[in-house]
């Protein structure tokens, strides 16, 4: 089993909508957890980190779930400008990326 | 204040050339990483430095070596290169604990 895996879309969804992504891990003693978006031909870069009691920022909603070992981003009303990829992460002595989620809003 | 800065921007190889790309961060950090990116590959670790005279091997040393020259400077080469390593490199750092990476604009480097 890889150590971050996510579904690798493409997610096509209409503007306005919600979307949501999740993302697993395979190890337990992994102690922190990021949101990261990359656009096309541009380095990453982080979107929110996640803790452990959930947290949100405007329209972007994180949660963490230790004890099935994934991690989720909700994305309400849904912009254009929202279309990228969406990587998660995972540090535990270093950090791992998921292989990223492409996400398609579609006018 | 610059970030994480990489240099080259952009490279293409012969096979069997060697060439190191360069990464310094000036925002005192004291890891700093190495990834390479391809078509629905993700992210995928090379080598990655917790701190300055520390190197260690992510999920894809093969056919690289790294230097921590110094707090601000980690450098990948490549001593002979092979097709397989076109890709776009990234270098990324960040502060102890909990905390996110930061990342360089990218290397694009195409072996030919």
């Known amino acids: 089993r890889k150590e971050v895996e996510q579904d690798p879309g493409p997610f096509n969804v209409p503007e306005g909508a919600t979307v949501a992504f999740n993302c697993t891990y395979s190890n337990s003693a992994s102690q922190s957890f990021f949101w990261y978006r990359q656009d096309c031909r541009k380095e990453p870069k982080l979107l929110m980190s996640v803790y452990s009691s959930g947290n949100e920022d405007g329209r972007f909603t994180a949660q963490l779930n230790r004890a099935s070992q994934y991690i989720s981003l909700l994305i309400r009303d849904s912009k254009l400008s929202d279309s990228a990829t969406y990587l998660c992460a995972v540090k535990d002595d270093k950090i791992i990326f998921g292989k990223g989620t492409r996400l398609h809003i579609l006018p | ?112």
């Open chain 2, 1 to 112: 204040n610059a970030g994480v800065t990489q240099t080259p921007k952009f490279q293409v190889l012969k096979t069997g050339q060697s060439m190191t790309l360069q990464c310094a961060q000036d925002m005192n950090h004291n890891s700093m990483y190495w990834y390479r990116q391809d078509p629905g590959m993700g992210l995928r670790l090379i080598y990655y430095s917790a701190s300055e005279g520390t190197t260690d091997k992510g999920e894809v040393p093969n056919g690289y070596n790294v230097s921590r020259l110094n707090k601000r400077e980690f450098s990948l080469r490549l001593e002979s290169a092979a097709p397989s390593q076109t890709s776009v490199y990234f270098c990324a750092s960040r502060i102890p604990g909990n905390t996110e990476a930061f990342f360089g604009q990218g290397t694009r480097l195409t072996v030919v």
